[in-house]
């Protein structure tokens, strides 16, 4: 297994672009603020020593701005797979990729870590966590178990206006599987998913579901940068535009059918 810094060198350039995009505007001098003692660093650094416990930071709003952006570029090159899983990732080495400094990208890859797509390795960096068909599966069931009955409940429920609402969404995902890139239907993919859900009012819901699905979308070991093609993607979004014509019509047999393949039929193709 290649070392932190080496494995950022072979990332290559497509999430690169997306990266330096996200760090647009906010050098390394503004990103740069020291983190609180006892904050979990991903590797060892002598630049950025920790501040006495009683010393706090001033909030800094650009920092976190430049924070989030990155994160969204992590997330998109893990899900497009070029955050290859059981490689190792540097914060500095990727700092410079995207012009900014170690800090923004060590906190990014730190919320990563909690969401269990990452884990530490002391010393060096982040390594991508290693997934398998069986975990998809698992991930499929249980997204199942949570949203088909809150489905067949706002069916019986929500009127067909509010779902007419949701079809820009649905035809918003036809759209961005059709651009083949599978960071950006992975993002309509769970907008939509969220959008139908929140209709339910359970807020706890809603985040526990949304959480469900992006660690779905993750790239399995040996899957390749790729994933799904083009024509998966196409087809998998369609069935969002017939789940609603389901849900409009109060079809729950239908609803309860696309929703279970809608699940299960991602795992397959992912495997």
């Known amino acids: ?37 006892g904050a979990v660093r991903g590797e060892h650094t002598h630049s950025e020593p920790p501040l006495p416990g009683a010393v706090r930071a ?15 570029a992590l997330r998109a090159a893990l899900v497009a797979g070029d955050l290859r899983p ?16 170690a800090t923004p990208v060590r906190e990014a890859m730190q919320q990563l870590a909690l969401e269990g797509a990452v884990e530490v390795v002391p010393n060096r960096g982040f390594r991508v966590v290693e997934r398998g068909v069986r975990e998809l599966g698992e991930l499929a069931e249980v997204r199942a178990l949570i949203e088909v009955p809150v489905m067949l409940r706002l069916a ?4 067909a206006e509010r779902w007419a609402d949701l079809r820009p969404l649905a035809e918003a995902t036809v759209r961005a599987a059709s651009s083949g890139c599978r960071a950006t239907y992975a993002e309509s993919d769970r ?6 859900l929140s209709l339910s009012g ?30 998966e993607l196409v087809a998998d ?8 014509d389901a849900l409009v019509a109060r079809d729950l047999d239908v609803v309860r059918a696309l929703v279970g393949e809608h699940f299960t039929g991602a795992a397959a193709a992912a495997g």
């Open 58 to 72: 001033r909030p800094v709003v650009q920092r976190a701005s430049v924070r989030g952006q990155i994160l969204d």
């Open 156 to 159: 019986r429920t929500v009127p």
């Open 202 to 231: 359970n807020e706890q819901l809603v985040q526990i579901a949304d959480d469900l699905h992006r660690r779905a979308q993750w790239p399995l070991v040996g899957g390749g940068p790729g994933g799904r093609g083009r024509a």
């Open 1 to 37: 297994m290649r070392q932190g810094a080496q494995g950022s060198a072979d990332a290559g350039a497509s999430w690169g672009a997306v990266g330096r995009a996200a760090g647009s505007g906010a050098p390394a001098a503004q990103a740069r603020v020291p983190q609180q003692a």
């Open 237 to 244: 979004a369609h069935e969002h535009t017939a789940l609603l």
């Open 86 to 101: 059981g490689e190792v990732y540097s914060a500095p080495v990727l700092g410079e990729r995207f012009g900014v400094s």
């Open 191 to 196: 907008g939509f998913h969220r959008a139908v």
